[in-house]
């Protein structure tokens, strides 16, 4: 057994033995792509026989329409029904069971992925598997009644969480009346009563091979992958004229607000302040100091964590950043006791002009960061079937040319990088705070809920609201 000594000293030397090469990040990806549009990644490794094929779509809420909210969603789940090779849904289910696939799918405001594992002597079949769904859904009247029963269970779960009216509201403000577009959940109202033809509207308009991209990781010959490929998605083709929906305009950043929630059912309190952020393919450099900052605030040894989680202040708190393209939000975050919430607020708002002074962060926490950062991602390249499903995440969403200088990008980021992007975004900039917590503890704090004035205002549905 290695002494956890000797273990310590060949990691140090894995890790700077090299000096910067510890950050060279091989291409660990192969890209092509059809006459028709489709993209073809492919990440080749040999270490189970197993493949995952991913289907990539540049779409969700960003794509639909006010009178489409969440159908994208719901088109997620009739992809896992019959096609015109397998007509019905006992058929499907058969044929899931033949090839051993375990699947899934999600939707997002910028991304949809469906995607499945199997054994890789299927590859072919596997392939013919997606394609089938992708290009010739049969969208069955009696399914899509059954799916929508599904897809409405799952609004009436997320509605009842504490935060779900509080979460709509804020979209609300921030988005006007183009907030759909960030809300892939959709309207229970607009689920109960959708379509086939909607359905298809939504295939003819996204689920094309231009939007797409069919990603396969694990073992197979490189060879031979694409002509599999085009075998199966060669017929598959863009509608005459077809054009991408173009991205959404949306209104100024709001003036600031204040939303007091409260529900029964929350516990502890919870205060954001959120602000707007920075679009990933338009803003690429202060998306990297937006990591950067979120893993300094988070590092154990650092002022911010020592004062306000160390110290009992807080159970939580810290910085949010979700990488997306068309819209994106920064949330500055605390969750505490309702006797203490005053004072960490109060302190969380003077600490964010701290973040860019010079001495807050030291040289040895970014560095310690990005080595944190840099080994996740080792880990994640040694995960064939975990990484490609990132792969799409970032394909459709960022684009692989942003990806492909990811880790680079973060061993550029310097700590005046990351007090720029502070100034540049929290620094005297306007935000929307928002309360979350029980009755009792909004009279500890001497506070009143005022959330049914923007119920009322938004005609929200205020499906979780329980006081």
């Excluded at 033809?197 to 197979?220: H, Y």
């Excluded at 031979?224 to 998605?233: D, G, R, S």
């Excluded at 707007?276 to 950067?292: L, M, N, V």
Aim: aromatic share 12%; proline share 5%; glycine share 6%.
């Amino acid at each position: 057994m290695m002494k956890a000594s000797s273990f310590l000293n060949i990691l140090i030397m894995f890790l700077f033995g090299f000096g910067s090469n510890i950050y060279a990040v091989s291409k660990a990806y192969k890209v092509e792509k059809l006459p028709t549009g489709l993209e073809i990644i492919s990440i080749e490794s040999h270490k189970v026989p197993l493949v995952t094929i991913v289907l990539a779509v540049k779409a969700g809420g960003m794509t639909e329409t006010a009178d489409i909210d969440g159908l994208t969603h719901l088109w997620e789940h009739m992809f896992f029904k019959g096609n015109k090779r397998l007509p019905d849904q006992e058929a499907f289910k058969k044929r899931i069971r033949q090839l051993g696939i375990v699947y899934n799918g999600d939707t997002s405001a910028e991304k949809v992925r469906y995607y499945f594992t199997l054994p890789a002597a299927f590859l072919d079949e596997g392939l013919q598997f997606m394609a089938d769904a992708i290009s010739t859904p049969l969208l069955d009247e009696k399914e899509l009644a059954k799916e929508r029963h599904v897809v409405m269970d799952e609004y009436d779960r997320a509605a009842s969480s504490p935060g779900f009216d509080l979460g709509r509201i804020r979209q609300k403000l921030i988005y006007g009346d183009q907030s759909y577009r960030r809300d892939p959940l959709g309207q229970r109202p607009i689920i109960a009563k959708a379509s086939r033809k909607q359905l298809l509207r939504i295939k003819d308009e996204v689920f094309v091979p231009s939007n797409s991209a069919i990603m396969v990781a694990g073992d197979f010959e490189p060879k031979v992958l694409k002509a599999l490929v085009n075998k199966h998605f060669g017929s598959w083709k863009d509608p005459k004229d077809w054009k991408p929906i173009p991205a959404a305009k949306f209104q100024p950043f709001p003036k600031p607000e204040t939303i007091v929630f409260t529900h029964k059912q929350a516990r502890n309190v919870s205060i954001q302040m959120t602000y707007e952020g920075p679009k990933a393919r338009s803003q690429p450099e202060d998306s990297f100091a937006a990591d950067i900052l979120i893993s300094l605030l988070n590092h154990r040894s650092s002022k911010f964590y020592k004062k306000f989680v160390d110290s009992g202040l807080c159970f939580d708190a810290g910085l949010g950043y979700f990488t997306q393209s068309q819209a994106a939000l920064i949330d500055v975050y605390l969750t505490t006791s309702a006797e203490k919430a005053n004072k960490a607020l109060t302190m969380l708002k003077a600490e964010v002009p701290e973040w860019a002074k010079p001495k807050y962060f030291t040289n040895v926490e970014l560095e310690d960061v990005k080595r944190s950062l840099l080994i996740n991602h080792k880990r994640e390249l040694n995960k064939p079937s975990a990484f490609i499903k990132t792969l799409a995440f970032w394909w459709a969403i960022t684009g692989l040319d942003y990806y492909g200088t990811y880790i680079d990008s973060l061993r550029k980021t310097t700590l005046k990088d990351v007090a720029k992007f502070v100034n540049k975004y929290l620094v005297k900039k306007d935000y929307i705070t928002t309360y979350l917590m029980s009755p009792d503890e909004a009279k500890t704090m001497k506070l009143k809920d005022n959330s049914k004035k923007y119920i009322a205002k938004f005609k929200l549905a205020s499906g979780g609201t329980s006081k």
